[in-house]
């Protein structure tokens, strides 16, 4: 099915609605705090609000008064985005009945039920959704530490670690050395390091012709490795090294001062490095205490953690089984919590959990391809029932239609988000 906005809003199920009861502490409305305004928590944010009418109490709280999509903006690196266009407000959601908090959550007491704020307030509920995204594991990749992130930036949060690394590139000198240090599973956007290959390869190849590009890679495959592998030969022979578990692209280190990269013992130097360290869940739910040490671990059927039934865990820091880290992901799951949450406030109707993923990639001009899937909720995990992908050697007109299909994509689903 192609997307667009209207039928990628319409995904969503309609939900059957009950007159919200007071309860039994007698605060009056049921609470709900949303901690993290992306794909996963802003959606969370805006279903609860919309479908209860009112009936709950709804506060989303986010530092970044605009949000900039990680998803896409590989595009603005590849110079077929601004990022004025990848920046979202939240003005409808305010206006649509959602308490918008600008500012830090750096407390979570799950025995009183508050959230502490960095500015000194503090915030009850009744239920709580973590939606952080990602950190990155200390000493990850060794030499490099968020201090150096300015010398080598991972432009794994989007904003002005995207700009910079732009910047980075539009300055590389004629000749010169792209390089990547890709992380290792699991991770945020499985597609995304490779998207972002063909899109600093895109503008080399205009720019800079000559450049190189070198991925180190600890893993041995990746995500639509063999439609990345047919772009690259197609679009950009000969400039793109991929390293691979089997070569020692898993044996690397980096030194910010020399912009030296070491492989597998072998020193090269570089003029932009792009390190991407392994990841674990954004910091807010390692301190609420709902974490293995890396990610949150829930149940598939409503995406509650499975330390604390009235805490929530969305998206990327979740850890709940088949589906990728990803924006699409994060949504669909927002959209399963929501329903659940209001349930359980409310008292009105709980759907059966189904979620769904699809990740588009764009190789070079209108040369897109895809991979998804469908899921449901098992005692287990968030479990896969069928999927798709892109085929190698498809024409050009499915390759354009395939990209314009994520256009569409992006435009629903930031609706979706904030309204």
């Known amino acids: 099915m192609t997307l667009n906005r209207r039928n990628f809003i319409g995904v969503a199920a309609a939900s059957a609605l009950a007159a919200p009861h007071v309860l039994a502490d007698g605060h009056?409305?049921?609470?709900?705090?949303?901690?993290?305004?992306?794909?996963?928590?802003?959606?969370?944010?805006?279903?609860?609000?919309?479908?209860?009418?009112?009936?709950?109490?709804?506060?989303?709280?986010?530092?970044?008064?605009?949000?900039?999509?990680?998803?896409?903006?590989?595009?603005?690196?590849?110079?077929?985005?601004?990022?004025?266009?990848?920046?979202?407000?939240?003005?409808?959601?305010?206006?649509?009945?959602?308490?918008?908090?600008?500012?830090?959550?750096?407390?979570?007491?799950?025995?009183?039920?508050?959230?502490?704020?960095?500015?000194?307030?503090?915030?009850?509920?009744?239920?709580?959704?973590?939606?952080?995204?990602?950190?990155?594991?200390?000493?990850?990749v060794p030499g490099w530490d968020l201090g150096a992130q300015n010398a080598m930036p991972h432009a794994y949060k989007a904003g002005s670690q995207t700009e910079l690394l732009r910047a980075q590139i539009a300055a590389m000198p004629e000749g010169g050395t792209f390089a990547m240090i890709a992380p290792p599973n699991p991770f945020r956007c499985p597609p995304g390091p490779y998207e972002r290959v063909s899109m600093v390869a895109h503008v080399l190849k205009q720019s800079n012709p000559t450049a190189k590009i070198i991925v180190a890679d600890p893993k041995p495959k990746f995500s639509k490795m063999s439609l990345?592998?047919?772009?690259?030969?197609?679009?950009?022979?000969?400039?793109?090294?991929?390293?691979?578990?089997?070569?020692?692209?898993?044996?690397?280190?980096?030194?910010?001062?020399?912009?030296?990269?070491?492989?597998?013992?072998?020193?090269?130097?570089?003029?932009?490095?792009?390190?991407i360290p392994a990841m674990k869940a954004g910091r807010i739910a390692e301190i609420a205490g709902v974490t293995d040490?890396?990610?949150?671990?829930?149940?598939?059927?409503?995406?509650?953690?499975?330390?604390?039934?009235?805490?929530?865990?969305?998206?990327?820091?979740?850890?709940q089984g088949d589906m990728p880290k990803s924006g699409f992901s994060?949504?669909?799951?927002?959209?399963?919590?929501?329903?659940?949450?209001?349930?359980?406030?409310?008292?009105?109707k709980v759907f059966p959990a189904k979620f769904s993923n699809t990740c588009w990639s764009l190789i070079a001009a209108d040369d897109g391809v895809k991979v998804g899937a469908t899921y449901e909720a098992t005692e287990e995990k968030i479990a896969k029932v069928d999927g798709f992908i892109s085929e190698t050697g498809e024409d050009s007109a499915t390759r354009k239609a395939t990209y314009e299909e994520s256009e569409g994509w992006y435009t629903g689903i930031t609706a979706d988000m904030m309204g």
Request: aromatic share 8%; charged share 20%; hydrophobic share 40%.
């Open 28 to 140: 009056g409305k049921p609470r709900v705090v949303v901690i993290g305004g992306g794909a996963g928590g802003a959606t969370a944010a805006r279903y609860i609000a919309k479908d209860s009418d009112g009936g709950v109490d709804v506060t989303l709280i986010e530092p970044s008064r605009t949000y900039f999509t990680c998803f896409f903006s590989n595009l603005y690196l590849g110079g077929f985005k601004e990022m004025g266009e990848l920046g979202h407000t939240y003005g409808k959601l305010a206006a649509a009945g959602v308490n918008v908090v600008h500012d830090w959550a750096v407390g979570v007491d799950r025995d009183a039920k508050t959230v502490t704020l960095a500015g000194g307030g503090h915030l009850g509920y009744d239920k709580l959704i973590l939606s952080p995204g990602i950190d990155f594991v200390e000493g990850a």
């Open 228 to 275: 990345f592998q047919e772009g690259w030969a197609n679009h950009y022979e000969g400039m793109i090294d991929w390293i691979g578990e089997d070569f020692g692209g898993g044996e690397v280190s980096v030194d910010p001062a020399s912009m030296i990269v070491t492989i597998d013992g072998e020193e090269t130097p570089v003029d932009v490095c792009n390190v």
């Open 293 to 319: 040490g890396n990610w949150a671990p829930v149940n598939a059927a409503d995406m509650s953690s499975k330390a604390d039934p009235d805490v929530y865990v969305l998206g990327d820091a979740s850890q």
């Open 330 to 348: 994060a949504n669909s799951q927002a959209k399963v919590c929501a329903n659940a949450v209001r349930g359980a406030l409310t008292g009105s």
